[in-house]
């Protein structure tokens, strides 16, 4: 094979990484690498909550391709992937139709909705910039609408976020950070808002240190947050949702509904035939396919099994990352002629949850746990070191929190 035709989808942390990897550890006569992506920027996955509640624009969380790619060395194909067929080696695009010799699938999430009635129609959920940006508006015209109603419309001023996993948590933080904000703007009695999180578990955050849970829900509680816990979310309709605990059902009136309890890997890779352990492909050692060995899948399409727990790990930007380095060696050897190819074993450094601005919890370095302002601090470094490693000081001066002291 000479110069091979390596595709990249999906320009998340996964794909965006190994683009940025190969660049680095191969020149242009080694292959031609193909990077597609629906949209010319790159954006932070982890940053779209905070979007999402306007407490950050979206213009800080996207990154422009060309600003990180380098496009002597990489062809950037805008596009959206329609399907993959991995035996005839293609991928169908929007607007054409590409071939490899090697495949990275990095198509990242999509929220899994458990077939709830009413949900994909009425509940909008955290996806990408054009998901987030649309929740900021909504909820910002939904309490520019409530003095103009000649009845009181508590609906309106009513937030649902349904989950409280991290996602839901790290977003129900912003909001309750932001509310006060809108209050003003919009002369909305502060009093009068709800910003409910409802959770089927009976506690939030599962799995997380106990002690952390306790300071998060409080620290939320005393910004007026209101916890259901144990009650499950059943329906959504266009005046709210149908919640049942104990076996007991009860209506909330909401036009703001915000679904954040759970993620499924893209259903393109599943579609595509690819075998799948729901919806996120059960990857080998070396982060191919259990079928084809010309195939990798990296981040959130991506399963892996923690031999510790027997559980999967869950779906991360921090293991995302840490695939993209491994695909890109593996491709160097492939394309070097070797078929010596290096596992991947995540290593995980660490979870932290931000609560707003200032404020986080975490674990690191196996069991330190931070609260406070030393868990934002370390929260918004790790943000900083990932954009180092993308795009250099230029980036972080760029795009990085760098507001990390107040
Ligand atoms: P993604 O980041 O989902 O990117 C996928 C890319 O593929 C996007 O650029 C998209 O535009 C593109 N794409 C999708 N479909 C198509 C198509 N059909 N055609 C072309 N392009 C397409 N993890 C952490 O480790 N730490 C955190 O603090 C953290 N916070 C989070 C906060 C929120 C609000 C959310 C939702 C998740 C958070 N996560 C966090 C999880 C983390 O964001 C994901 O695990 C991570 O984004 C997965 O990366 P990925 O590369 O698989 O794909
Ligand atoms: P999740 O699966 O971790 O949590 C979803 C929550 O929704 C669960 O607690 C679940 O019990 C609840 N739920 C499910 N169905 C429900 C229903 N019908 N009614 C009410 N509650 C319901 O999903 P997530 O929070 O979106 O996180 C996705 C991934 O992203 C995870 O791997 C997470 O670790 C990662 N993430 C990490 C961070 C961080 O590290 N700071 C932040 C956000 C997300």
Redesign the pocket.
């Known amino acids: 094979m000479n110069r091979p035709n390596i595709v990249i989808?999906?320009?998340?942390?996964?794909?965006?990484m190994t683009a940025v990897n190969l660049q680095k550890k191969m020149s242009a006569e080694e292959a031609n690498i193909t990077l597609?992506?629906?949209?010319d920027y790159?954006?932070?996955?982890?940053?779209?909550?905070e979007n999402?509640a306007g407490t950050l624009h979206h213009d800080r969380t996207r990154i422009s391709i060309k600003d990180v790619v380098d496009f002597n060395k990489v062809n950037f194909v805008q596009?959206?992937?329609?399907s993959i067929d991995p035996k005839s080696k293609t991928v169908k695009?929007e607007d054409g139709e590409l071939s490899y010799d090697y495949l990275v699938v990095?198509?990242?999430?999509e929220s899994a909705t458990f077939g709830i009635e009413g949900l994909k129609e009425h509940a909008f959920s955290?996806?990408?910039i054009n998901s987030a940006r649309l929740i900021r508006d909504h909820i910002e015209y939904n309490f520019a609408q409530y003095n103009l109603e000649k009845e009181e419309r508590q609906d309106l001023i009513t937030i649902i976020v349904g989950g409280a996993g991290?996602?839901g948590i790290?977003?129900v933080a912003e909001l309750a950070n932001r509310i006060p904000e809108l209050c003003q703007e919009y002369d909305v009695p502060k009093d009068k808002v709800r910003l409910i999180n409802v959770e089927a578990g009976p506690t939030a955050l599962a799995g997380f240190d106990p002690e952390l849970v306790e300071y998060a829900m409080n620290r939320l509680e005393e910004k007026g947050v209101e916890f259901k816990l144990g009650t499950m979310i059943k329906k959504v309709n266009e005046e709210g949702i149908i919640v049942e605990k104990d076996e007991e059902q009860e209506e909330i009136k909401s036009k703001n509904v915000i679904w954040?309890a759970g993620?499924t890997g893209?259903s393109?890779v599943q579609e595509s035939g690819f075998e799948t352990n729901r919806g996120r492909v059960p990857v080998r050692d070396d982060l191919r396919t259990p079928d084809y060995d010309d195939v990798f899948v990296?981040?959130?399409?991506a399963v892996i099994m923690n031999p510790d727990t027997e559980r999967p790990y869950p779906?991360?930007?921090?293991?995302?990352i840490q695939m993209a380095d491994t695909v890109a060696h593996n491709l160097k050897q492939l394309v070097s002629g070797s078929d010596k190819l290096e596992g991947f074993t995540p290593n995980i450094q660490g979870?932290?949850?931000?609560l707003g601005h200032t404020d986080a919890i975490g674990v690191v370095f196996d069991d330190k746990k931070l609260f406070g302002r030393s868990a934002s601090v370390m929260?918004k470094a790790?943000?900083n070191r990932y954009l180092l490693k993308l795009g250099g000081v230029g980036l972080v001066l760029k795009k990085g929190k760098l507001d990390m002291y107040h």
């Open positions: 989808l999906g320009a998340g942390y996964g794909g965006i597609v992506n629906k949209h790159h954006y932070q996955t982890t940053w779209l909550h999402a596009d959206t992937v329609q695009l990095g198509l990242g999430f955290i996806q990408n991290f996602t790290e977003f954040a993620v893209n393109i990296v981040g959130d399409c779906p991360t930007a921090q293991i995302a979870t932290v949850a931000s929260k790790i943000d």
